[in-house]
């Protein structure tokens, strides 16, 4: 976020036209993944937080590695 700010200070960007792309950007996408989060969750119900917990378990399983090996 600093280095954003200092970049949109020496660019001469408007900071409040910034600051509201960004936070309608941002709260668009949220929106989007709780109506999709949502139409899924119906569909597999329980399976989906099993499968989540799985994917979850193997992105540490492989940084884990990658620092270890």
Excluded: C
């Excluded at 970049?7 to 989007?32: K, N, P, Q, R, Y």
């Excluded at 992105?59 to 884990?64: F, N, Q, R, S, T």
């Amino acid at each position: 976020a600093l280095a954003v700010g200092l970049s949109f200070a020496f660019l001469e960007i408007d900071i409040a036209l910034a600051s509201v792309t960004i936070g309608v950007v941002a709260g668009v996408t949220t929106a989007t993944g709780f109506l999709v989060g949502r139409k899924v969750g119906n569909l597999v119900g329980r399976r989906a937080e099993t499968i989540g917990g799985i994917i979850l378990i193997g992105i540490g399983l492989k940084i884990l590695l990658d620092h270890i090996l």
